[in-house]
DNA sequence: TTGTACGCGTTATCAT
DNA sequence: ATGATAACGCGTACAA
């Protein structure tokens, strides 16, 4: 493949006109400008963007940790920081980890390889002491609420959140309440637990470990927890459901089995997802796509101006009573 | 940030051993060795994978262009190329362009600007000459069966699978069938506008433009479908229905305004997706998740030997009967 | 307006 | 086993 120098040497200029030319660089005689673009064509060059990254020491690549793709919650997340990017005219790498702490140490590696100008880490195991130590490889940029260090964050507060649905359910007379939730490791999913046992103690209910399902993330998670609701001796009477699609996979199985919802039991979900809406499932609607968005402007903003007005950036919840609590 | 001659200078030796220390090479002392790996401990040392890159002229990069993320039929297909990369060490670059050609050129100027070592294109806009013009730049896998070019291909007979679901729902009696689909152009679509001409003229069937429902991609599309359904004068009594997010939406919305499925109409998904299964939506189940496995490890294969079995390769797909159709 | 020369950080070849 | 040195291809300071 032809390079600089053979683009050079074929319209009879310096690399340096050449380089100019092709960047399109002032003080430029158009003639040499034109034999330059002359050459290009006939050697059919094309720059080799690896060389430019490293003459320039830096890429236009960020990078995007997230456990997996495929789940709505993620996609969208991704959507926003993607439709970002390009407007940009920033590339993403994608380092999916499954929340193994090994892929995402390598992912923190290449940031420090200078692989990338930053990261936008979606969710993660590892704890914050480790990104805080990469912090000075490159800018981060964290989907959660964070106390002791300081991150770059855009985040929704889940306690809030959570308290604020559980409080419509106490304020419909419930006091059997039990959640669903992806995985209990993890803050936002601490924050949740948190409000769950404040709240319910604020009025006196039971927090109970066995209303607690664990490992909800897709719609037939929402079967199995219903399968387990049924065959419960003591059942809650409402179940907040930190995801749309298990919130319809309750609500669905609940009316094949012949359940009524919200009576015998009541739903309230997570994410306003167009499945909740068209199920006509309560909801908290979370602004994904507007986070990924938000994640990518801060680490641009920072990246283009080595400043940012604020580095936390807090995103609204919002309860959409529906049909099903 | 230090460099390898920085290295070199610490341990006091040349960057030659200190390269080949850190890439693990033989024929270094075992002291000269342990130099070296005190001196990235005490520098801080990181290599920086762009001078990598350049040096060896490839990046272990792969390209996945694809029009958006935000979708269960392509957010399952990177999933598998996902699995597959990180297998291999590969790393994913992320190209979304909205069915832009504009987007899509621009991977394409990626391939050629050695940014990765190879793409793949989940679905694109442009012809495929254009593509034909960038296989010297790099390997490039399409998902869609191709003709009249030699392309890398992985791809599901979207005909056959089309024809077999006509041919199930004529045998059940129906004439009057319409489907509804993501977009009009692209092979994959035109091979299923085809295959409807094709059966129902066999059977001396009228296929209908109106019975053909564009721009279905997520459920909500689904109930504007239903909607229209419900206004026209002459109805189809069958529906084939390209997503089973769309399915959902439709059978959903039929069930909330009194319409009665199979028996007013008939539906059938195409994907397979828990939401098909939980609403008991006879479906086409096609292997996504695999289509992204066998592209990357398509793509793999070659940039690792040079060579590959076939360049093409056929996935099944299976029709599912439930109880939609 | 143009060219020379060096820097970016590695890898790899070729001596020794 | 080890070291000089030449690629890899581009950007840019500096000089002219």
Redesign the pocket.
């Known amino acids: 493949?032809?390079?600089?120098?053979?683009?050079?040497k074929e319209a009879?200029?310096?690399?340096?006109?050449?380089?100019?030319v092709?960047?399109g660089?002032?003080?430029?005689?158009e003639?040499?400008?034109k034999a330059v673009w002359e050459a290009v064509e006939k050697l059919n060059?094309?720059?080799?963007?690896?060389?430019?990254h490293?003459?320039?020491?830096r890429t236009a690549i960020v990078g995007v940790m997230l456990p997996y793709i495929h789940h709505p919650y993620f996609s969208a997340v991704i959507e926003g920081i993607s439709k970002e990017a390009l407007r940009y005219g920033y590339q993403l790498l994608l380092f999916q980890t499954n929340y193994e702490v090994e892929r995402e140490l390598e992912a923190l590696e290449r940031l420090r390889?200078?692989q990338m100008d930053g990261l936008i880490v979606c969710s993660h195991e590892v704890d914050w002491e480790v990104f805080d130590a990469y912090q000075e490889d490159g800018p981060i940029v964290l989907c959660e609420q964070v106390e002791r260090y300081d991150f770059f964050t855009v985040y929704i507060d889940h306690y809030q959140a959570f308290v604020r649905a559980l409080r419509y359910l106490i304020k419909k007379g419930h006091r059997r309440i039990g959640y669903c939730i992806g995985r209990t490791t993890g803050p936002n999913s601490q924050a949740r637990a948190a409000a769950y046992q404040d709240v319910l103690r604020e009025v006196g209910a039971l927090p109970r470990r066995q209303w607690v399902f664990d490992g909800c993330l897709f719609l037939e998670d929402g079967k199995r927890v219903m399968e387990q609701w049924i065959a419960m001796e003591e059942r809650p009477s409402a179940l907040l459901v930190t995801s749309d699609q298990v919130a319809a996979g309750i609500v669905l199985h609940a009316r094949r089995i012949g359940v009524r919802i919200p009576d015998e039991l009541a739903v309230i979900g997570f994410d306003n997802d167009p499945l909740a809406e068209m199920l006509g499932i309560t909801t908290v609607a979370l602004p994904h796509f507007t986070l990924g968005e938000r994640a990518f402007r801060l680490l641009h903003h920072w990246l283009e101006t080595g400043r940012v007005a604020r580095k936390q950036e807090e995103l609204p919840a919002q309860l959409l009573v529906r049909d099903t609590a």
Chains 1, 2 share one sequence.
């Open positions: 493949m032809a390079n600089i120098r053979d683009l050079a009879g200029v310096s690399v340096a006109t050449v380089s100019r092709l960047n660089h002032p003080y430029v005689s003639e040499k400008r060059y094309s720059k080799n963007i690896q060389a430019v490293l003459a320039k020491g390889m200078r």
